[in-house]
C-alpha cells in the first residue's frame, strides 16, 4: 500500500539541514524518515529548484502512438464505423481497450459522434445538371427572380409537430404532462396541399383531395395559376417554378404550359432544398399547430389563414444575387449573397 506522501513542511526542513551540511543519515536520524526518501527529495530539489508537487503525466497509455494514429485514420476514412468495431480491430493486433479509451483518443483529434444529416441522393449526372443550372443563372438580375413563381406540394399533419422542442426541467421530470409532446399513430389524419409564392407575396392555397395525378394537377394550375400570378402582379411574362416530379413533368402537364404561355424554370434534379418555399412550409407548420386544430377541416381553415398572413417571402426572394455553390464534397447548398 503506498505511504501518505510528506508534508510540504517536512520537504522544505530536508532541504533546509541539506544546506546546512548534514547528511542523509543523519537527516534520516532526525526527521525519521527513510534515507531513500531523503535522497529523493534532496534530489529532485537539485533538479527542479523546489520542493512542491510538480505535475504527474497520468497513468501510461495503453495504445501505443502506431494504434492511435490508426484509431484516428480508420474514423477519418470510414466516418460511419462504430467504436465496437474498432475495438475488436485494436484487439486484433493485442491492444485491449475500452470503448471510452477510443472515444477519448478520437474526440482528442478533433472527431466526434454526430447523427449523419439525410440528403437527397445525387448521382454524378445531377451533380453536373446542378452545376450548369448554378453556371446558366450567374448572370440573372434580381428583377429576374421577382417574376419567379415558386410551387410546391406538401403533407400537413393534424396532431403535433415533428419539430424538435426544448423545456426547462428538474431532473425525473422528463415524463411529466407538461414536459412531453403528445403524439398519436398515424398522425390522427393529414392533408396534402398545393401553394404558390414570390416576393411580392404568397399566392393560392389548394387543398389536395385523394392521390394527385397529372389531370388533377393540370386543374390546380388552371385554376389557381394565372389567377396567382395575377393577384401579384407579375404580368404575363412571369417564370413558373416546379420540381421535376413526373406528374409536373408530363408531357400534357408540358403541352399545356405551352399552350398558355408560361417560361417554366428548368429545374435540377434531385433538389429539393433549393426551393425557397421549404422555409415558408415550415413557418406555416409551426403557426398552424400552435392552435392545435380540432380536426381536418379546422386544420385547412388555420393553414389558409396561416398562409395569408406570411409576409417575408421578399426576404426570400428580393437579392443582389442568387446563386448555388459547391463545397469540396460536392454537396449543393442555395446561397445567398447579399
Not at 6 to 31: E, M, P, W
Not at 194 to 218: E, H, L, N, P
Request: net charge positive; with cysteine; aromatic share 8%.
Amino acid at each position: 500500500m503506498k505511504n501518505k506522501e510528506h508534508t510540504r513542511q517536512v520537504r522544505d526542513t530536508v532541504v533546509k539541514k541539506f544546506k546546512a551540511g548534514f547528511g542523509y543519515k543523519n537527516i534520516s536520524q532526525a526527521l525519521n524518515i527513510p534515507r531513500s526518501t531523503v535522497q529523493a527529495i534532496i534530489l529532485k530539489w537539485k533538479e527542479y529548484q523546489t520542493t512542491s508537487n510538480l505535475p504527474r503525466p497520468g497513468h501510461p497509455s495503453k495504445l501505443s502512438a502506431h494504434t492511435r494514429r490508426r484509431l484516428i485514420r480508420d474514423a477519418a476514412k470510414r466516418p460511419m464505423i462504430t467504436l465496437d468495431e474498432l475495438q475488436r480491430s485494436t484487439a486484433e493486433v493485442g491492444d485491449s481497450v475500452h470503448r471510452t479509451t477510443i472515444s477519448r483518443i478520437l474526440h482528442k483529434s478533433g472527431l466526434y459522434g454526430r447523427v449523419a444529416r439525410r440528403k437527397p441522393f445525387r448521382k454524378d449526372i445531377h451533380k453536373k445538371c446542378c452545376l450548369k443550372f448554378a453556371t446558366s443563372h450567374l448572370g440573372d438580375t434580381p428583377n429576374m427572380w421577382k417574376k419567379v413563381l415558386w410551387s410546391d406540394e406538401t403533407k400537413i399533419e393534424l396532431f403535433g409537430n415533428n419539430a424538435k422542442r426544448y423545456v426547462w426541467r428538474k431532473s425525473n421530470t422528463a415524463h411529466h404532462a407538461e414536459h412531453t409532446i403528445p403524439t398519436v399513430k398515424h398522425g390522427d389524419g393529414s392533408i396534402m396541399v398545393w401553394a404558390c409564392f414570390s416576393s411580392a407575396g404568397t399566392g393560392k392555397m389548394v387543398q389536395i383531395d385523394g392521390k394527385m395525378d397529372g389531370a388533377k394537377y393540370r386543374t390546380i394550375l388552371e385554376e389557381n395559376l394565372m389567377e396567382s400570378a395575377k393577384d401579384l402582379r407579375l404580368g404575363r411574362r412571369f417564370v413558373f417554378q416546379q420540381d421535376n416530379d413526373p406528374k409536373h413533368k408530363a408531357k400534357s402537364t408540358m403541352e399545356w404550359f405551352k399552350n398558355k404561355h408560361i417560361q417554366v424554370l428548368e429545374w435540377p434534379s434531385q433538389s429539393p432544398d433549393l426551393n425557397p418555399i421549404e422555409n415558408l412550409w415550415k413557418e406555416l407548420k409551426t403557426a398552424v399547430h400552435k392552435f392545435s386544430p380540432a380536426n381536418l377541416n379546422e386544420l385547412e381553415l388555420f393553414c389558409k389563414e396561416e398562409w395569408e398572413k406570411i409576409s417575408r417571402c421578399a426576404k426570400l426572394i428580393d437579392l443582389p444575387q442568387a446563386t448555388y455553390s459547391c463545397n469540396r464534397s460536392k454537396r449543393w447548398r442555395y446561397k445567398v449573397l447579399t
